[in-house]
């Protein structure tokens, strides 16, 4: 039996549509999986920014509650504020390691790098991959009645590329 021209010349077509269809779907497929990847490091890194915020929260309200007012004229006294300073100066994320003396601060940095009072680590609290200079307290009394304290908290997870940081400029009074 003899076909017409144009059904041979259309064998094949349907099994090509299916292979066709078959290649989008595996590429959508895949695109889902990138952009769960994607949130998952998202939201990681939420995660990681809310827990500086509340690791700097901590220290600022402590530096408030610790400092020593003159009676005079209730100002700062600014010895005891510019004892919280922690590695003033340096690059972001690559701070000079010169740490705080404040018994304030050593504790708070217990905190930031997940360890209890006898330096154990906590499961699940601090930050990953903060080490002593990735930390930098700034404090600046250098106007009367306005004393500045800059925080900044540095980390980088496992499969981080590059280090993350938080800042938070808060005055104590």
Known sequence: MSHPPMQRSQRGVFLLEVLIAIVIFAIGILAMISMQAVSIAAQND??????????????????????????AT????????????????????????????????????????????????????????????????QTDSSTPGINQARVTICWQAANDRAAHSHSVVAYID
Request: proline fraction near 7%; aromatic fraction near 6%.
């Open 46 to 71: 939420s995660q990681y920014r809310s827990e500086a915020e509340h690791l700097i929260d901590q220290l600022t309200g402590q530096m408030r509650m610790a400092v020593t007012h003159d009676a």
């Open 74 to 137: 209730g100002n700062i006294v600014a010895s005891s504020f510019t004892d919280f300073a922690h590695n003033p100066t340096g690059a972001l994320c690559a701070f000079d390691d010169a740490p705080s003396g404040s018994a304030i601060v050593l504790a708070w940095l217990n905190s930031v790098h997940g360890l209890d009072g006898g330096g154990n680590p906590i499961p699940g609290k601090g930050l990953p991959g903060v080490t002593g200079p990735r930390v930098q307290i």
